[in-house]
Structure formats: C-alpha cells, structure tokens
C-alpha cells in the first residue's frame, strides 16, 4: 500500500464503494462480459467490478479478445507460481513468451505491469513464430 492506495477501513458494509462506479452508468452500453461480471459482483454484496487493465490503463480483455482474433491464437496470462508475489507469465497458444508482474490495487482490480503496446509486441511476436 501507499499514500495513494490507503487500505480500506474494515468496518464499511459488504459492496461499499466511494466511487460508486455504475450508479449513473448504463450496463447495457457495456461488453456483454463486463455486464455479466458487474452482475455477479452486485450478487454478491462484492465492491464493483473493475476489469484487469495493464500498467497504462487499458482493458485487457478488449485488448486479449482483439488479438486472438487478429493473430488465431489463444492468449492467457497465468501464474506459474501462485504464491502471493509469484510469477505470471504471458501463454500465447500455451507456451509461455514473457513474464509480467501482477499486482492487486486497492481498489479491488488486477493491474499487470506491462503496457498494453508491449504486451501487443510480445503475443506478436510468439503468434509470428
């Protein structure tokens, strides 16, 4: 944790928010795995959905989905050693092409420390192989 990403006070009630994301937000205007996803969090008395995003923000889903398509491979990020601060590695087609550090931000979303044009750069070239 930091300054930044102070740890959330145990006593607020199961799914509270600050930032309330979806109160004013139209599902419907959302891809139908992240509708799906915002819905079983809301199940659940979960704190809002947030999809995995890379270092500089983007959605990994959208950005995974595109380049399946683009390149016919199936592309994962796993870990190899499920340890807290064990190693993910990036699978193109399952074989492993590049680690990636995971890291868990307070507000509850996994961010993979790797931009989304290196990770495009790293399944390129696995997928041209």
């Known amino acids: 944790m930091t300054e930044d990403d102070p740890p959330r006070p145990a006593n607020l009630p199961p799914g509270f928010d600050e930032d309330a994301p979806y109160d004013d937000a139209d599902l419907d205007a959302f891809p139908e795995w992240w509708r799906r ?4 969090f809301q ?3 979960m704190r809002p959905y947030r999809p995995p995003r890379f270092a ?3 959605v990994t889903t959208e950005l995974i989905e595109r380049l399946e398509s683009t390149h016919g ?3 994962r990020i796993r870990a190899v050693d499920p340890q807290d601060g064990g190693t ?5 087609d399952g074989e492993a092409t590049e680690s990636v550090e995971r890291t868990r ?6 961010r993979y420390e790797i931009t989304a044009t290196a990770f495009e750069a790293a399944v390129v070239d ?4």
């Open 56 to 58: 500089d923000g983007t």
């Open 105 to 110: 931000t307070e507000a509850g979303n996994t």
């Open 88 to 92: 993910w590695k990036i699978l193109v």
């Open 126 to 129: 696995a997928a041209s192989e």
């Open 37 to 40: 996803n915002v819905e079983e």
């Open 43 to 45: 199940s659940h008395e």
């Open 73 to 75: 491979v199936d592309i």
